[in-house]
């Protein structure tokens, strides 16, 4: 069965700064998707990026953008230029393909911005 | 356009009560999903469903049981509730199963 562990419980970076969330997983298929996702105080889930597997390129989002190494299996988080609204939890997730139904999160980062 | 959206946002049953959970999405997405949250933990998957009148089981289905008459509706059930139920629970809708999820909002659910 497929991991994620995210080994980071709680990190912190002053507003404006660069922030990395680490996440690795442990899987034995070649094909699948990974996502970071952010939960704010309000609980709602929401997606920031995602990544293929068989894209070298990494995935980026305006501010964010991922360092996906597969050999690794690793998949870290950058939050550049960091503001105070990215507080939040963010949970790593991987996705195989073909059990596509199903979402395999991490333990979640909790990620604190100072002013 | 209201995405996904789950009734209640809150609630507290004792032990051996019922209720159902609902979530209804107006994307008009063919799988839809419930899960679960802990503290500390990820989400995990307790049931799925890929379109109306289907349904299936996730990581941790037990004591749950699951319906979807309706397309649009994806309903939760807990037949008799235990404290190791309490949890944070999310419904989440896609259009396919490579298909983004986006998530409600959540329900938390508090047993005695």
């Known amino acids: 069965a497929q991991t994620v562990t995210q080994s980071q419980p709680e990190m912190s970076v002053q507003e404006a700064e660069t922030v990395t969330l680490s996440c690795t997983y442990d899987?034995?298929?070649?094909?699948?998707?990974l996502f970071w996702y952010k939960q704010p105080p309000s609980r709602q889930m929401i997606l920031v990026i995602r990544?293929?597997?068989?894209?070298?390129q990494n995935a980026t989002e305006n501010r964010f953008s991922v360092n996906f190494q597969k050999a690794a299996k690793s998949f870290s988080l950058k939050i550049s230029d960091s503001q105070l609204g990215d507080a939040a939890m963010y949970f790593c997730?991987?996705?195989?393909?073909?059990?596509?139904?199903?979402?395999?999160f991490g333990q979640g980062t909790r990620l604190t911005i100072n002013p | 356009n209201a995405g996904v959206t789950q009734t209640p946002k809150f609630r507290v049953l004792k032990t051996g009560q019922s209720m159902t959970l609902l979530c209804a999405q107006d994307?008009?997405?063919?799988?839809m999903y419930w899960y679960r949250q802990d503290p500390g933990m990820g989400l995990r998957l307790i049931h799925y469903?890929?379109?109306?009148?289907?349904?299936a089981k996730g990581e941790v289905p037990d004591g749950y049981n699951v319906s979807r008459l309706k397309k649009q509706n994806f309903l939760l059930g807990l037949e008799s509730a235990a404290p190791s139920q309490t949890s944070v629970y999310f419904c989440?809708?896609?259009?396919?199963?490579?298909?983004?999820?986006?998530f409600g909002p959540g329900t938390r659910l508090l047993v005695l």
């Open positions: 990544q293929e597997a068989y894209k070298q």
């Open positions: 994307m008009n997405h063919e799988y």
């Open positions: 997730a991987y996705r195989s393909q073909p059990e596509a139904q199903k979402l395999v």
């Open positions: 899987t034995s298929e070649s094909d699948y998707y």
């Open positions: 989440a809708s896609s259009f396919g199963r490579r298909e983004t999820q986006y």
């Open positions: 469903s890929v379109g109306e009148g289907t349904t």
